[in-house]
């Protein structure tokens, strides 16, 4: 600012002086015809193009060095005037909140709060806080019990936040637990057989109120038997003198000298008689169970009072899939190509009575199921518990 204001000082001086001289010389000499008139004026216009370009370079330096400072001051003069009006504006609304909160009335003990009641507040101080509170102003008593609530909701909330965390930790816990009781119940699937399962109960087995032993009797030929029936014996042995005292059976010889050999399509000598009685309806049912060395497989023959077609058709109605129809053993169909026979058919192999699927797994004996008969996939084995009460209200029904 200071360099501009001496070099407007110094044009100002110049034009005075020259126009000082210009005067000067008109009023002592008649300048219009002389030469030196001429060249005075020359000088003069020489002089006015001088100041010309000195105005020019002053004016562009005042608006670099000056003006544009100037706009820059003018316009954050504007944002703070802004600045200035937003704080007024918010000043008149606080001051219009401050006048509203001036003439409403606080209740410390409005139910909108949720403040603890002043009797059951001042129960809960210990003697020096009541001591303290009663000699406090009724100003500072209400700010007392504000931050004696604040004080007793941040401790529930910590409550709270713990109460949360041991349920989470519980949870965890009890995934951990679950996750544990699942592997070892896979485990135990996995592991135990039937050996196991009945290990328990073997020590309780003689304590079981039975009748006796097997018979003398039928002990021969048990030990002659083949293994299905010999297994077939003892279940039916159980369920007579555990479920159905009226249950009366025998395992008998053919005395037939016949080879039980697997070489021939006969039966084993050794068979078993069954016999139940209905005293309801005076119904008598005979099932002989036989087993083919050869077939692999047991068949049932069914008598009801006499009539084998009525017994068969009785045995029919324990599984609509298992008819008795086909064989059970898939492999009786190859052994009977490889002897140049054609494929198993129960009606040109004259057994006696019929190949059940049910009779097979109370046996013992289980085969890989036929995957293209909906039967076989849909067959599900029974006990021989269920199959014989199955029989008997069978028999009841009639």
């Not at 407007?8 to 008139?37: A, H, P, R, V």
């Not at 020359?42 to 100037?70: A, C, I, W």
């Amino acid at each position: 600012m200071t360099s501009l204001t001496e070099k407007q000082q110094q044009c100002f001086q110049l034009i005075q002086s020259i126009k000082n001289g210009l005067e000067q010389e008109l009023e002592q000499n008649n300048l219009s015809t002389t030469k030196k008139s001429q060249e005075q004026y020359n000088y003069l216009f020489e002089l006015m193009f001088q100041l010309k370009n000195s105005y020019n370079l002053l004016e562009n330096t005042l608006d670099k060095e000056f003006l544009s400072r100037v706009d820059s001051i003018k316009e954050l003069i504007n944002i703070k005037m802004n600045q200035l009006d937003s704080y007024r504006y918010e000043k008149s609304i606080i001051e219009s909140e401050i006048d509203n909160l001036a003439k409403t009335r606080f209740d410390i003990d409005s139910p909108s709060l949720s403040i603890k009641p002043i009797n059951d507040f001042i129960s809960l101080l210990s003697p020096t806080q009541k001591v303290e509170y009663d000699s406090l102003s009724n100003e500072n008593k209400v700010i007392f019990r504000l931050e004696w609530e604040i004080y007793q909701r941040e401790l529930k909330l910590k409550q709270l936040s713990n109460l949360k965390q041991k349920k989470i930790e519980y949870k965890q816990l009890k995934q951990k637990a679950d996750k544990d009781l699942k592997q070892f119940e896979d485990k135990l699937k996995n592991t135990i057989d039937t050996e196991q399962i009945g290990k328990p109960l073997q020590k309780f087995i003689h304590k079981l109120p039975t009748t006796g032993p097997i018979p003398i009797d039928a002990q021969s030929n048990l030990i002659d038997s083949s293994k299905p029936i010999y297994i077939l014996y003892n279940e039916l042995f159980y369920f007579q003198q555990f479920f159905e005292s009226t249950l009366n059976m025998e395992i008998l010889s053919m005395n037939n000298n016949q080879d039980n050999s697997s070489n021939n399509n006969e039966p084993h000598n050794i068979y078993i008689s069954v016999k139940l009685n209905n005293s309801n309806n005076n119904n008598i049912l005979e099932l002989e169970f036989y087993y083919y060395p050869k077939l692999k497989i047991i068949t049932v023959l069914s008598k009801l009072n006499g009539n084998v077609e009525n017994g068969l058709a009785l045995l029919e109605r324990i599984d609509q899939l298992d008819q008795g129809l086909m064989t059970p053993n898939l492999s009786n169909h190859y052994i009977l190509d490889n002897c140049g026979n054609e494929s198993f058919n129960l009606s040109r192999q004259n057994l006696l009575g019929r190949p059940f699927k049910w009779a097979q797994y109370i046996s013992g004996l289980s085969f890989l199921p036929d995957t293209n008969t909906l039967a076989s996939k849909q067959f599900k084995p029974k006990t021989s518990h269920q199959v014989f009460t199955d029989i008997i209200n069978l028999l009841n029904l009639l």
